[in-house]
Each structure stands twice: as C-alpha cells, then as structure tokens.
C-alpha cells in the first residue's frame, strides 16, 4: 500500500500532528510519497530527509501499487490534492487540521483511525461526480475538471451578461455579477454562499445559482446532470474571469464554455462515524438553540 501524501507548506503548530502521521505510516509498513511544497516543512517536523523517489510536483503519475491520498489540510487542500491525481482512480481521504470541513472530514485526532481502516481496506467511499468544463481558457482551448463548481465572474465595477442554455434550450439571462454551476459535492461551497440549495452528494443533479443579478425574479435552477449547460459571456470590459474549483482563468467577451458531468470521478473516502446529514448540522450548528 502507497500513501500519497498532500499538504501545503505548514506552520511549526502542526509539526505534532505530521511526526503521528508518520509515525503511523512506518507502524504499517506503508511506502509514501510526498508533493514537493510539503517536503521542506515536513522534513523539519520528522527530522530526516525525504529521498527524491519519494517526492511528486504538480502530478502524482502512474501508480503500480494500491494507494490512497492523504490531503492533511482542509477542504480547499483536499480539492487541490484530487487534481494532482490526473484523473487516477485513487481513493482520497482528506484528515482535517482545523474545523470541521465538507470534504476533509476525518478529524487529526482520529489517524490511528484512518490507517487502520486503510490496512484493513475498510473505507467507506462515496463517488463524487466532477465537471468537465471547456472553452477558451486563458486563450487556449482546453478542458479543465471541477469538484465542486465553476463561476463565471465579473472583474471590476462593471455587470456582466451570461446567456445560459440548458441541452440548447435557451433557458436564462443572467446580468449581474455571473453565475455558479456546482456538483451536488459543491453545493455547500460558493453556491450555499450566494443562496443555493443545499443538496446532498447522493443526487444526480446539477445546481445554476446566480450572482447578485439584477433581475430579482431570477432563482437557482436545479437541472438532471444528463444536462450540457453552454454559457455564452457578454461583458462591457472585454474580460471576464471563471473559477474551476480552486483555479482562475480569464475568458473574452462573447466566449461560450460548456460545462457537463464529466466521465471522470473521485472517489471520496468518508468517517463510518459521520454522515452528510450530521455535517450540515454540526457545521451549520443547525443543532444549537439560539433563544
């Protein structure tokens, strides 16, 4: 079993939790490998050097053995982490250094836990369906894969149009400051954020949440993730920017992308003793009476 360790750089507060998770990984006799931000720090923590065989930059490559990702952060880190795999089916499992996350929802007390779980290859993993997004990105015609969303954004004072067809149906108009297009996974993010539903991961869905229109009829439209959803952007400065999970890219005026389920998917591995539900009402402390 390989252990594909992800973090970015951490501070000397964390130093404890790292020498554990190593400590752990040798107690099982598992290999690691480690992205290269991390390596500096965590050499510090554990005290020894990481030979180069045990390092990987922006892409994990091609992996012989069984393996798990290990994101140690929060959910922004655990989202960084699964586009280092490239698309390899590689369970993630995202261990959680501060508050209570979405994605990253083992907690750092529980490594002993986790591991445990991997060497019995015990984990409870969900699949999580991912975006694929294309058009012009950066003046170049790509296709980029999304977690949780993709935002259409204005940049600077002046509003934004996005015409928005659903399966090339002409479906809405959107002027104001763009519009979000989520996974069920992301529909606690930046869509909760502007007004979303919140929608379990278990849903064949896709969520469109307008940003601050102008046209105060308009509403988030929830549409079967059979959909191809084509958004056409009009903007007065010529520029417009669109975010891909944790990644930005500028698009023209008049660039149409296209966003869809992508073939692609993560499989997410999830604590057998917390459930979506038991997130939404710790982390929104829906529990907690106010009176």
Sequence with gaps: MKIILFSRPL????????????????????????????VECIERFIERTIAPENRYGQ??????????????????TLLE????????DIPVVGLNSGRLGFLALAQSSEVDDVFEQIANNSL??????MLAVSGNLDGKNQTIYALNEVAVQRLGA????????????????????????????????????????????????L??????????????????????????IRTRSNEASISVDNRTFAVADNEE???????????????????FYDTLRNKLMWGVDNR
């Design 11 to 38: 501070s000397e507060a964390h130093r404890d939790k790292i020498v554990r998770i190593f400590a752990t990984i040798e107690r099982y006799g598992f290999d690691f490998i480690v992205n290269e931000e991390a």
């Design 59 to 76: 892409h994990v490559g091609q992996i012989s053995d069984r393996a798990v990702m290990l994101c140690y952060g929060g959910d922004g």
């Design 81 to 88: 982490g699964i586009h280092r795999l490239d698309g390899c």
């Design 124 to 129: 409870k993993i969900e699949r999580r369906a």
């Design 158 to 205: 002046s509003m934004i149009s996005v015409d928005v067809s659903i399966d090339s149906l002409p479906t809405l108009t959107c002027n104001g400051d763009g519009i979000i297009i989520s996974t069920p996974t992301g529909s606690t993010a930046y869509s909760l954020s502007a007004g979303g539903p919140i929608v379990a991961p278990a849903c064949c869905c």
């Design 207 to 232: 969520i469109l949440t307008p940003l601050s229109p102008h046209n105060l009829t308009l509403r988030p439209v929830v549409a079967p993730d059979s959909s191809t959803i084509n958004l056409k």
């Design 257 to 275: 992308i296209e966003v869809k389920i992508s073939k692609r998917s993560i499989s997410l591995a999830v604590p057998h003793n917390i459930s």
